[in-house]
């Protein structure tokens, strides 16, 4: 079994910047991948980041244009989220997964998921 706790949403305003973090704990061994994803209310959940936990590989939802940045800790088990540039529809809950099979944005193909953390921007 796998835990994911996310923190680091905050409320901020458009323009400003927020590191959210994913501590992962318990069997991690088939968890290639660590994702972000993100659902605003109403809409569907979109993924944002993911990284391969050995490669480093990363990818990107379209929408990220180069503002939001994936890395991780693996010795501490810890992906993070640096978003800078926020803008009001960024506002979201932002959710982290692992349990994925390969570089996917698609939340279908990751086990176990977070609370979530929610980031609110005003404009």
């Known amino acids: 079994q796998v835990q994911l706790v996310e923190t680091g949403g905050a409320s901020v305003q458009a323009g400003g910047t927020l590191k959210l973090s994913c501590a992962a704990s318990?069997?991690?061994?088939?968890?290639?991948?660590m994702a972000w994803f993100r659902q605003a209310p109403g809409k569907e959940r979109e993924g944002v980041a993911t990284i391969g936990r050995r490669s480093g590989n990363r990818l990107y939802g379209d929408f990220v244009k180069g503002r939001f940045t994936i890395s991780q800790d693996n010795a501490a088990n810890t992906v993070y989220l640096q978003m800078n540039s926020l803008q009001p529809e960024d506002t979201a809950m932002y959710y982290c997964a692992t349990g994925g099979t390969w570089l996917s944005l698609r939340p279908e193909e990751y086990a176990y998921w977070g609370q979530g953390t929610q980031v609110t921007v005003s404009s």
């Open positions: 318990g069997y991690l061994g088939s968890s290639n991948f």
